[in-house]
């Protein structure tokens, strides 16, 4: 294949101008609030277990022998090791990866700002954001709630914890989508959510959909919502249509932890992906976590919904398929 000769980046300089203002901003935000700003490895020798990401590989030489590594898909793990130490809070900008991801919101690699807060619940952290989203658009930002399930009845005219793999299915096909997700419950609530629900949030203002299911939320904690129902202590943030950002009040338990990372491992087995190593510092850090919530935010998919952008390669100054 002939090489493109364009070098040209896909993000303009006014852009580029505008993105260094907004990250200049959420820094002074923590600095006034005293978060502590840490750097973490990209490079781990652990990997993600969740299904529904794909760690990218690579090889590098440890002691002269070689190894294979991932790149993070997150600073999670590793901020989640310095909490257990340092036990104040700390945040991080930072590039992260996820394998066979492109499109108009996506990209292999992207910048993401995460921070903890000890002794947060999640009404204390929804409060944070709404604050820090005022302070980098100098406006008033107001946050409504909304529960997955009345997202869904709402939206979709289906509730998605009483519903079976029939009504799903059914419910797809009424709406004109023809994928088939088989027999998987949450691969069809995943399908409907992304295809009926998620493009309706977050126009009048930002909305936090709260109380998802257990499936969607590894690293959580559960509660019991008002109907009974399993629910993950977990909310996101939408914005015109678009998730911004993703919270816990954090899992602790180690035990809980490594059962959850190994009943990934087993349906990656089942359906043909890989198993991945399992961060084994992490779990030895459980027993020291203080208690806490956490939130991880997309820096370049905010940028595109504060500028009314399009397409992630304006908010990007090369994208992967360019680098």
């Known amino acids: 294949m002939k090489p493109t000769t364009d070098y040209a980046p ?14 200049g901003k959420i820094r002074q935000f923590f600095a006034e609030r005293k978060v502590l700003e840490v750097t973490t490895p990209i490079l781990s020798h652990a990997g993600n277990t969740d299904v529904y990401i794909e760690s990218v590989a690579a090889n590098f030489h440890d002691q002269g022998k070689l190894t294979t590594g991932y790149l993070h898909t997150s600073p999670e793990f590793a901020m989640k090791r310095l909490l257990a130490s340092y036990r104040v809070p700390i945040y991080q900008i930072c590039q992260v990866f996820r394998d066979n991801e492109k499109g108009r919101r996506h990209n292999v690699e992207f910048t993401m700002l995460e921070w903890y807060r000890p002794d947060f619940d999640l009404d204390e952290l929804a409060d ?14 107001k946050l409504c709630q909304l529960s997955y399930a009345d997202a869904f009845v709402k939206y979709a005219g289906i509730h998605p914890f009483s519903a079976d793999v029939d009504a799903l299915r059914q419910c797809a096909i009424a709406h004109g989508i023809r994928l088939d997700m088989g027999s998987d419950v949450q691969s069809w609530l995943d399908l409907l959510f992304s295809h009926l629900v998620e493009p309706k949030l977050g126009f009048e203002m930002p ?35 678009c998730e911004i950002a993703n919270a816990y009040d954090e899992l602790a338990d180690a035990k809980e932890l490594a059962d959850r990372f190994d009943a990934d491992n087993r349906t990656r087995q089942q359906l043909g992906l890989p198993t991945m190593p399992i961060d084994a510092h992490l779990l030895a850090a459980c027993d020291d976590l203080p208690a806490c919530s956490g939130i991880a935010l997309g820096v370049d998919r905010l940028f595109m919904v504060l500028n009314q952008l399009n397409d992630i390669r304006h908010a990007i100054a090369i994208t992967t398929d360019r680098a």
Do not use: C, W
């Not at 896909?10 to 990250?23: C, F, P, R, V, W």
């Not at 944070?128 to 930002?141: P, R």
């Not at 299911?213 to 943030?237: C, N, W, Y």
């Open 10 to 23: 896909t993000m303009s300089l006014a852009n580029a101008q505008k993105k260094a203002e907004l990250l």
């Open 128 to 141: 944070e954001l709404a604050a820090l989203l005022t302070a980098v658009t100098g406006q008033t930002i």
């Open 207 to 241: 909305t936090l959909i709260v109380d998802y299911p257990p499936a969607t939320a590894a690293l959580a904690k559960m509660s019991i919502d008002t109907d009974g129902h399993q629910v993950a202590r977990r909310f996101e943030l939408y914005m015109h249509g």
